[in-house]
């Protein structure tokens, strides 16, 4: 089992920066892929950004490739979602997701934790 927690979310005005963080307890972080989703309302969750369980390799969505980062810190069972540039479209609620591979997945399928969100709205 594995518990995720989301923090950092919030308001910000479009062009600003926010840094969110997902906080893992449970089996041993640095064994396990991470991703980050988002849910806009009315519309299916989508993929943001993954990280491998080294962190060697990330992906990321085409409509936040060059404005978001991920990163992760293993000692502090930790994965971070840097975000800059925010756009209105943005808004959404992010989730944290932990994978049971060592691979990281553009799929919802991929991840089998999630965590319950945090709110970011990017007003305009």
Do not use: H
């Amino acid at each position: 089992q594995v518990q995720l927690v989301e923090s950092g979310g919030g308001l910000v005005q479009a062009g600003g920066s926010l840094r969110l963080s997902c906080a893992a307890s449970g089996r041993t972080f640095s064994s396990y892929a991470m991703g980050w989703f988002r849910q806009a309302p009315g519309k299916e969750r989508e993929f943001v950004a993954a990280i491998s369980n080294s962190g060697a390799d990330t992906y990321y969505a085409d409509s936040v490739k060059g404005r978001f980062t991920v990163s992760r810190d293993n000692a502090r069972a930790t994965v971070y979602l840097q975000m800059s540039s925010l756009k209105p479209e943005d808004t959404a609620v992010y989730y944290c997701a932990a994978s049971l591979l060592s691979s990281a997945s553009k799929l919802k399928s991929g991840y089998r934790y999630w965590g319950q969100g945090t709110q970011v709205t990017v007003s305009s």
